[in-house]
């Protein structure tokens, strides 16, 4: 939402100041710069990537228009859901999870917010397998540090395809530019009024360059790594979930672990969490 936010007042401000200062706006109207500048673009970012990163770029940037699922809602409902698991595993044994792991029972343990993170309840069921299987504490951690380690960098791969598109829109401005130039210079035999608009024309070519690059592009790649180090909490938040609980502590100091681990300005204060849990039970 905050994009959106973002996009119109860039926009405002643009065209409020060329208004103000007696600029028509007609004149910022040049589709086929806009072709020029936006195909070259897209053509460059498609031959550039892979199919995988094109479409993972696609969906992390639309997804930046919304807002972000890791809110202080969703860790209570992280942490809820671990207290439950850990709960479940000291009145039941761990053997008590085996039934339901894979089953739609799951959402017993699991509340909604967590369940709607596909990638992390792949994590967590995963690790809750292996933990069913006996593995040492030692070996899980190695372990889930390096699916950690993987997810951010598969993560970061399409936030660098999308920056790398806004680094080159500046480019491909001034190349639209000259292609207007050079279309200026074959025309120098028409009237000086008509000259002038075609030297308006070229000269909007590097304004949408920049304007795209440094208005619209890179700040959705800026939102893109943000999105990325909050997912990569919420997954390390699992992990020392996960950790705690094949250590067998208490479901109170799990979800203790787990507090910690959250950023200040999501985490639930501790009478807060309490709360929740007796309301849930």
Known sequence: MLVIIGYILVIGALLGGFIGAGGHP???????EGIIIG??????????????IVKAAFKGGTSTLG?????KDF????????????????????????????????????????????????FIRDNLRLMLTGVEVMALEELTDQVLETHHEDGHAPIKAVQNVADGLPAFGIIAAVL????TMESVGIPPAELGK???????????????????????????????EASANAFKCAQKGLICTAKGLS???????????ISTSMRPDFFELEAQIK???
């Open 251 to 261: 479901p109170t100091m799990t979800v203790e672990y787990m507090r910690a681990m």
């Open 198 to 228: 075609l030297i308006a024309a070229a000269l909007v070519g590097t304004f949408l360059g920049i304007l795209l690059a440094y208005g619209f592009v890179g700040p959705v790649a800026a939102v893109m790594q943000q999105r990325l």
């Open 180 to 183: 207007g130039v050079v279309h």
């Open 39 to 52: 195909g070259a673009a897209l053509g460059a970012f498609i031959c550039g990537n892979s199919m995988d």
């Open 75 to 122: 860790y209570i409902e992280l942490l809820l859901s671990f207290n439950t698991l850990t709960s479940k595993i000291r009145k039941e044994g761990l053997l008590s999870l085996e039934d339901i792991i894979d089953e739609p029972q799951i959402d017993t343990i699991f509340l909604p917010k967590v369940l709607k993170d596909h990638h992390l309840m792949e």
């Open 67 to 71: 807002n972000s699922p890791y809110s």
């Open 26 to 32: 007609a004149v910022l109207f040049q589709p086929f």
């Open 279 to 281: 309301a849930r039970k």
